[in-house]
């Protein structure tokens, strides 16, 4: 848990000053045009480091997704002619990254049927020049969808594809990307069993052990659906956990580190129930009762985390909607140990109308977290943008590159460790495609710093096993930080006394532990396939020869007697 108490008196000026935070814009096109918006993405489409802005629009009868590029000086372009704003169909979710690695955001688009008739969704293949190209043969399926995501689920550094479906056939969908272009469907995997409604998906390392497992919420009174990553394409269905047990009509989630102890905490967002706030602690999950978050009963679809005052802990946005009368969305200021106070007075909290989902970026790169709103109230209202006018805190953005991972470094967990208020704290940040219900924060991860004057450590753990650490980054800046260019840190995947160094590895590997007589040391490919399997030396230290293997990504497996005892992952090249 965070170390650090915030006075009375500091959390009594924050609330109070917080009215003060956020200005509401008003941009051409942006905020002045009518629509019945689903999704809110702050994604940069021409990798130009400015986030641009993307909405979906879900009107029953059909209507244009829209696009606005960042001009770098405060405002922004309408994109008029392009596949990506072409297509008049009933859209919800969206998720943007960089599918075949060529250093460009990809997107993909899924829609809710219409007519009583299931729809196609949309892949749109980035060209590179801020435009983009629909491709008709990715995910062709019929459906009636609600979110999707991009993810590498099987550890081949390709991302693939998630989607939630919510009527007809509701079984959701899995498509594994073949590094060509192509994407094939499984449905062989338990990850696509449930024939429930779903809503909203999730990917997250819940438990610590250097994978991205899945999380599902679902509405009709159905409890949400929770999936450990066991190694490549093997998914283990989780049902004793609190955060699986709820008959509710869940709409949403967010996971974030919001008590800053090293694990991710989780916030459902419901319909016509109460929100629920679980705190993590080694992978048990607590539900805060007591919390602000679970006092009010609204109709909440999306939700956001973000530090909102760049104080060092993440403040939270509540997006609400769909009700006989106008909503104002719900915020809630983190005292830093993941205690939550509702703010009433920020012009943010009193927007009117019905928000559906909304988005974290630094449009202005001032290091301050703007926020986008989706917006549909009776299927036609303008769109929102705030801009974030805080001052006097500190802070640092991080932009992920892959390189043996994934390009968008979809799945990279980042920690950041500096003193504020005295006290030493380590922040944590996940990469992730899609945020929330239907949307996407910035792929920059951002922390607020508080009146930190250095950075003591940042650690940044990529999909592909490799843990690094980067050193020389001063506050107040904006980093591109690239896979292999940091200083090999110890992985945090393993839990037990033993060690296999060095990785990355080119020839040889050492295991170094106290073993007995029957401990085995297991390689294993991509796809999960056994490839070899060695004797680990009593009391003594294990040379493995791997000279022979081709570079990529291997997992490992350390048992003693059959019992696996340790497993992680090792990167050839």
């Known amino acids: 848990m965070k170390t650090f108490i915030l ?56 209507e244009k997704n829209m696009l606005y590029l960042n001009n770098g000086n405060g405002s922004f372009i309408t994109v008029t002619d392009d596949d990506i704003v072409e297509h008049s169909i009933r859209a919800v979710g969206a998720s943007f990254a960089d599918v075949d690695n060529d250093n460009d955001l990809d997107g993909f688009v899924v829609t809710w049927g219409s007519g009583g008739q299931p729809k196609r969704n949309y892949f749109y ?14 995910a062709p399926n019929l459906t009636y969808s609600e979110t999707a995501t991009l993810i590498d689920v099987n550890n081949d550094q ?3 594809l998630y989607i939630t479906n919510s009527a007809q056939s509701l079984r959701n969908l899995y498509f594994e990307n073949q590094g060509d272009g192509s994407f094939i469907q499984r449905t062989d995997l338990i990850i696509t069993n449930e024939n429930i409604p779903s809503r909203s998906v999730d990917w997250v390392d819940y438990d610590n052990d250097g994978d991205s497992d899945l999380f599902v919420t679902n509405e009709g009174n159905n409890k949400n659906t929770l999936y450990r990553n066991d190694g490549p394409n093997n998914f283990t269905q989780i049902t004793d956990l609190a955060i699986v047990q709820d008959l509710k009509n869940s709409m949403g989630s967010s996971w974030a ?20 706030l679980f705190i993590n602690e080694n992978g048990i999950f607590t539900e805060d009762l007591d919390s602000e978050i679970s006092a009010e009963i609204t109709n909440s679809f999306g939700s956001t985390f973000g530090d909102f005052d760049n104080d060092g802990d993440l403040d939270l946005f509540i997006a609400n909607s769909y009700s006989d009368t106008h909503f104002t969305n719900s915020i809630f200021i983190n005292d830093g140990n993941g205690n939550f106070t509702k703010n009433t007075s920020s012009i943010l909290a009193n927007h009117e109308g019905w928000t559906y989902s909304a988005a974290f970026g630094d449009y202005n790169n001032d290091g301050w977290l703007d926020v986008i709103l989706a917006n549909n109230e009776n299927e036609s209202q303008e769109n929102a943008v705030f801009k974030n006018t805080g001052t006097g805190n500190n802070w640092i953005k991080i932009k992920c590159i892959g390189t043996n991972s994934n390009k968008s470094a979809i799945g990279t967990i980042v920690k950041i460790t500096a003193v504020i208020n005295g006290n030493s704290v380590t922040q944590m940040r996940k990469v992730e495609a899609s945020s929330g219900y239907a949307s996407q924060n910035s792929l920059t991860t951002h922390f607020g710093l508080g009146n930190a004057a250095e950075i003591q450590e940042i650690q940044i753990k990529w999909p592909s096993g490799l843990v690094e650490n980067f050193s020389g980054l001063d506050i107040n800046n ?5 896979e292999g260019n940091g200083t090999m840190a110890l992985s945090e995947i393993n839990k037990s006394e033993f060690k296999v160094y060095p990785n990355p590895s080119k020839d040889t590997l050492f295991i170094d532990g106290k073993f007995d007589s029957n401990s085995k040391f297991e390689l294993i490919n991509s796809e999960g396939k056994q490839i070899q399997i060695f004797d680990l030396e009593l009391n003594n230290k294990t040379k493995i020869n791997i000279s022979n293997l081709s570079n990529g990504i291997y997992f490992y497996k350390i048992s003693e007697d059959g019992k696996v005892i340790d497993s992680g992952k090792i990167i050839k090249n």
């Not at 580190?257 to 629920?276: P, R």
């Open 478 to 482: 904006i980093y591109n930080l690239t």
């Open 257 to 276: 580190d919001v008590d800053n102890d090293g694990d991710f905490d989780l916030l459902v967002t419901n319909y016509e129930h109460s929100n629920q």
């Open 125 to 138: 293949r980035n060209n590179g020049n801020s435009t983009f190209t629909f491709d008709p043969n990715v």
């Open 158 to 160: 390709l991302l693939d």
């Open 7 to 62: 006075s009375v008196i500091t959390l009594f000026l924050l609330s109070h000053s917080y009215a003060q935070s956020f200005e509401k814009m008003n941009f051409p096109d942006i905020t002045t045009t009518l629509s019945s918006s689903r999704s809110a993405n702050f994604i940069d489409v021409n990798g130009d480091g400015w986030d641009d802005i993307f909405f979906t629009n879900g009107l029953s009868t059909g």
